[in-house]
C-alpha cells in the first residue's frame, strides 16, 4: 500500500513538472471552425483563450495570431494580432478583449493598426494560428512594434511556446472579376511610295 502511494506521488509529481505549456479556447477547437462573430462578417471580435502551465520562470508572454494563407500579403502572411510583455500571472483573454493586462503592449498588425484584424478571408479556409510564448525577459520595445521586432527581440528568450489554430471561410467569399480584353485596335500603316 506504502509503495503504492509512494508510486502515485511520484508520478503526479513528475508529471506536473513534465506539463507543457497549452493554449485552447472556449469558442473553438483546435484546427476547428471559428464562428462568424470572430470575423469582419459578424461582431469582429477576438476569441477568447486561455492558457495553462505556463513556466514559473516566466517574466512575460507574447501572443501573435497570423493568417499563413494571405497570399495576397506581400510576405504571403498576413498578421491580425500582436502583443507582448503580458504579464506571466495571466491565465486568459477574454472574448473581444479591449481591456488587456496591465503593462501588456500592443503591436502593429498588416493593417498598420495596433488592434485585432477579425478573420476576412477572401476565398477559401483559412488558418488563424494563435501562438502563446513564454519569456524570461521584458521586451524593451516600444507601443506599436511590428511582428518581426517582436520576433527578433524574443529569440533566445523562448521557454516554452503553445499554438492553437482556429479555421475560417466566408459564407460570401470574395468574387474576382475576370479580366476585360481590350478591343483589338487595327493600326493602318501607310506605305507612301517615294517619287521617282
Known amino acids: 500500500m506504502y509503495r503504492t502511494l509512494l508510486a502515485a506521488i511520484i508520478f503526479a509529481f513528475s508529471s506536473h513538472a513534465m506539463a507543457k505549456m497549452t493554449i485552447a479556447s472556449k469558442d473553438f477547437t483546435d484546427n476547428g471552425k471559428m464562428s462568424k462573430e470572430f470575423s469582419c462578417e459578424g461582431k469582429k471580435v477576438s476569441p477568447e483563450l486561455n492558457w495553462l502551465d505556463v513556466p514559473k ?6 501572443l501573435i495570431e497570423i493568417d499563413p494563407d494571405a497570399k495576397s500579403a506581400p510576405s504571403g502572411v498576413f498578421d491580425h494580432w500582436v502583443m507582448f510583455n503580458i504579464p506571466a500571472n495571466t491565465k486568459s483573454l477574454p472574448q473581444d478583449a ?20 477579425p478573420a476576412c478571408p477572401p476565398t477559401g479556409d483559412h488558418h488563424y494560428v494563435f ?34 489554430t482556429g479555421m475560417y471561410q466566408k459564407d460570401h467569399p470574395d468574387v474576382e472579376k475576370p479580366a476585360v480584353a481590350k478591343p483589338a485596335v487595327n493600326v493602318i500603316h501607310a506605305v507612301v511610295n517615294p517619287a521617282h
Open 98 to 117: 479591449k481591456k488587456l493586462p496591465a503593462g501588456t503592449m500592443k503591436g502593429r498588425n498588416s493593417m498598420k493598426t495596433n488592434d485585432y484584424v
Open 57 to 62: 520562470a516566466a517574466k512575460t508572454l507574447v
Open 131 to 164: 501562438t502563446l510564448y513564454a519569456l524570461d525577459t521584458k521586451l524593451d520595445l516600444p507601443e506599436g512594434a511590428t511582428k518581426e521586432q517582436v520576433l527578433d527581440k524574443l529569440s533566445g528568450h523562448i521557454l516554452e511556446q503553445a499554438t492553437i
